[in-house]
């Protein structure tokens, strides 16, 4: 509790003002006085019967009006966008070269130009001023700041066109970077390999050590894990199931049993059976392990019995050089060579291959240094179930927003909250990119939301009407205001520049940009990186509104998230022959801790909530979804 005092007469009792401020906002704090009459009456407001509009925080070019909350400043919005160490933005610096290119009077160059052009000619005028100003704030950033948020590639001059073709190239660029270090944990990871450190020793006649271990198979951990998983701590996704729907009190359930015996792949001490995991043709595998020590290495596929087919296939190998290669145990220094270590590698299930239980094995060169190995070094044997891509049909819900805890300080009144969900499906070929038609929902603003409120937030967010992928789907929800002029410019604003994105994202994947993105994504294509492609697209998409929103709107986010579902991942959800997966959390590019709490799971139905917790705003605000399959 801070107390403040009129300093003017050192009795307290005839003070003009007597104020105590409670401070519970993590953020920066704005406070405004007025100037009271020597008496004990409350401070009125200098003229008429409200205060003039507030400043806005640092970098904002929207005044904040009479009861809004206090908002975060550009800076420290930036310091938290800074410091997960984004890929930079080509979307936002595309942007922002075209706005400077329209308020300095130069014509479209062409036909993406004119498109751009007729859509910022067409923002009202207040809205323009907007735009200069936001402008503004882009330039006040230092040189290393623009560096780390905008692709620099796009740092042109205002007299050069932006044509697609070097858009496409940026944008494809950013998604190599962010797939490398989604799959790979190295942004150059698509397109370099690298052999992981060797931790190969010669075993004495009584060591059965495993040298050269699969440790995950699509993140799922394996019988050869190491250190050795018990039993009852595999998690439920990581074990093969057999579910059948039953009636609870007039409900369908899911009752799911763990399978034991007779099992598809590996198996447990106990004869518990380990999940066989399910892959379309044409898809990557990811493996990661222990050993994998040449870019050489083969991975070798066996359908079970009754099939005979034997394939090899090539392997991208990027090995691990951050795990140490010893440590210091007992005052002894020895190898690293359990799980701790992440070499990864994939391969892709060729297209042409019939569905089956297919056994997963590695086949390298030895280059261990030791010969008793032989010429080939053979990793432990996994499996993978081959399946057709999926032909179903899905449709994605929003049930319910729920504040758990408003954002602080709650007594300065309660919270005006917006969300925004876009979602747009995609389809990954060996040309390119396909975009489907883009789906939108906006709230309606909820006001004067309090801790411990529901509100009603049906809407479907995305019904597939065609064959695609997966989907991308974008969510933002912000702490806004109240007063209608700041809400209809922020409102303006945003909605241009979601439009200038799809305007974008068009180009980029049909037509002229088509060939440049192609071109671009080959390395990824080639991989059969469709899924981390789809997860790439929707943090590229968010990071560009994120930074764009920052550089000049006094709103503060208090929800984000990206989501890259597959049609395999969304036919895993609402499938019930799996059970319920675990419960999962990530931090977003903004620092929003996001929570994923799985509620129920019926057949074809999945429901779960997505819990946002903003430490800077100490709130929390919960999201209640529903996936169905409808074909």
């Known amino acids: 509790m801070t107390t403040t ?69 550009r800076k420290r919005k930036l310091e938290k966008l800074l410091a997960n160490k984004p890929v930079p933005s080509s979307l936002a610096a595309s942007f922002f070269h075209l706005s400077r290119r329209f308020l300095n009077g130069q014509s479209a160059a062409n036909s993406f130009e004119e498109s751009v052009f007729g859509l910022l000619q067409s923002l009202p005028p207040e809205t323009k001023g907007v735009l200069s100003c936001a402008l503004g704030s882009f330039d006040s950033l230092t040189a290393n700041e623009r560096n780390r948020l905008f692709a620099p590639a796009l740092k042109l001059d205002p007299n050069a066109p932006l044509d697609v073709s070097t858009l496409a190239e940026a944008f494809a660029s950013e998604l190599r970077q962010r797939v490398g270090t989604q799959v790979f944990n190295d942004p150059g990871g698509t397109e370099d390999e690298r052999p992981g450190q060797n931790r190969f020793f010669k075993p004495g006649v009584e060591d059965f050590t495993v040298q050269f271990r699969i440790c995950r198979v699509n993140g799922l951990r394996t019988v050869s894990f190491d250190p050795p998983v018990l039993p009852g701590d595999f998690l439920p996704e990581e074990l093969q199931q057999h579910c059948e729907p039953v009636l609870v009190n007039g409900e369908p359930k ?98 042409d291959l019939p569905d089956g ?21 053979l990793s432990n044997v996994e499996f993978i179930q081959v399946i057709p891509p999926s032909t179903a049909r899905f449709k994605i819900s929003s049930e319910t927003l729920h504040a758990r805890e408003e954002t602080s300080p709650a007594s300065f009144g309660s919270d005006e909250v917006r969300v925004r969900v876009i979602a747009i499906p995609f389809t990954v070929t060996a040309t390119g990119l396909t975009r489907g038609p883009e789906q939108q929902f906006d709230s309606p603003e909820f006001g004067d939301v309090d801790s411990g409120e529901t509100r009603d937030m049906t809407a479907v967010l995305f019904q597939q009407d ?106 895993g959800l609402t499938n019930a022959n799996l059970p319920l997966p675990s419960s999962s959390a990530y931090t977003s590019q903004q620092g929003i801790k996001v929570t994923i709490t799985p509620l129920e799971k019926s057949p074809n139905q999945y429901r779960e909530r997505r819990d946002y917790r903003s430490d800077d705003e100490d709130s929390i605000y919960q999201i209640t979804f529903r996936y169905n399959r409808v074909a």
Request: proline fraction near 8%; include cysteine; glycine fraction near 8%.
């Open 357 to 377: 239980i297919y056994s997963v094995q590695i086949a390298m060169p030895n280059v261990s240094g030791f010969p008793d190995f032989g010429d080939t070094i």
């Open 5 to 73: 005092k009129n300093k003017s007469d050192p009795d307290e009792k005839s003070s003009g003002c007597h104020i105590d401020i409670r401070i519970e906002s993590r953020g920066d704090v704005s406070i405004y006085n007025c100037t009271a009459p020597p008496t004990l009456q409350p401070c009125s407001p200098p003229s008429g019967d409200k205060f003039p509009p507030l400043p806005p925080p640092e970098g904002a070019c929207v005044p904040l009006s009479l009861g809004a909350k206090p908002k975060q400043s």
């Open 254 to 351: 899911l009752d799911c049993q763990v399978q034991k015996g007779n099992c598809p792949g590996n198996f447990l001490s106990d004869l518990t059976c380990l999940r066989v995991p399910e892959v379309e043709t044409g898809q990557a595998v990811m493996l990661e392990g222990v050993n994998f020590i040449s870019t050489d290495a083969k991975v070798r596929l066996a359908a079970q019995a009754p099939g005979t087919i034997m394939r090899e296939v090539d392997a991208h190998v990027v090995g691990d050089i951050e795990t140490p290669l010893t440590e210091v145990v007992n005052g002894t220094t020895v190898t690293i060579r359990d799980c701790r270590v992440h070499d990864r590698m994939s391969f892709v299930v060729p297209d």
């Open 466 to 571: 065609a064959p695609t992928d997966g989907v991308v789907m974008l969510i933002w929800g912000y702490e806004i205001d109240s007063e209608k002029a700041y809400r209809d410019q922020i409102n303006s604003f945003t909605d241009a520049f979601l439009h200038y994105l799809k305007i974008a994202l068009a180009a980029i994947v049909t037509g002229l940009g088509a060939g440049a993105l192609a071109l671009g994504l080959k390395d990824l294509i080639k991989l059969g990186l469709a899924h981390p492609i789809i997860l790439a697209i929707a943090a590229a998409i968010t990071l560009a509104v994120i930074i764009f929103v920052s550089l000049w709107a006094p709103a503060d986010l208090i929800i984000e998230d990206s989501l890259g579902l597959m049609t395999l991942d969304l036919a």
